[in-house]
């Protein structure tokens, strides 16, 4: 199993990026399929899961209505659409995917917010 991710950058306040994590080696859909985050000198956070047959979403308060969440199954990827990002969006982010209560990581993809 690997997780891989890709997307991350520097930008401007106001920009967006969209970033992307191919999850190789498994052989069913996963169950759930996160992105986390993590800054420096503060404790990794979930921004976003979607999880379920149903594709059931939920978003940190800090990201609610600004980043988006999606799977392709077809491409066992994983997004996370990040819109008007803010200085406070600069860290690490992190693929995870969740299966048969196993979770496994990505190695990252680092967003730097700045003017």
């Known amino acids: 199993v690997q997780l891989v991710e890709s997307g991350g950058g520097l930008v401007h306040p106001g920009e967006s990026l969209n970033l992307s994590c191919v999850a190789s080696?498994?052989?069913?859909?996963?169950?759930?399929m996160y992105w986390h985050r993590q800054a420096p000198g503060k404790a990794r956070e979930l921004v976003a899961a979607?999880?379920?047959?149903?594709?059931?979403?939920r978003y940190a308060d800090s990201v609610q209505g600004r980043f988006l969440i999606s799977r392709d199954d077809a491409k066992y990827t994983v997004y996370l659409q990040m819109n008007n990002l803010q200085p406070e969006d600069t860290a690490m982010y992190y693929c995870?995917?969740?299966?048969?209560?196993?979770?496994?990581w990505g190695r990252g993809t680092r967003v730097t917010v700045s003017s």
């Open positions: 979607i999880t379920g047959a149903d594709d059931s979403t």
């Open positions: 995870k995917v969740q299966n048969y209560g196993v979770p496994y």
């Open positions: 080696g498994f052989t069913n859909r996963p169950y759930g």
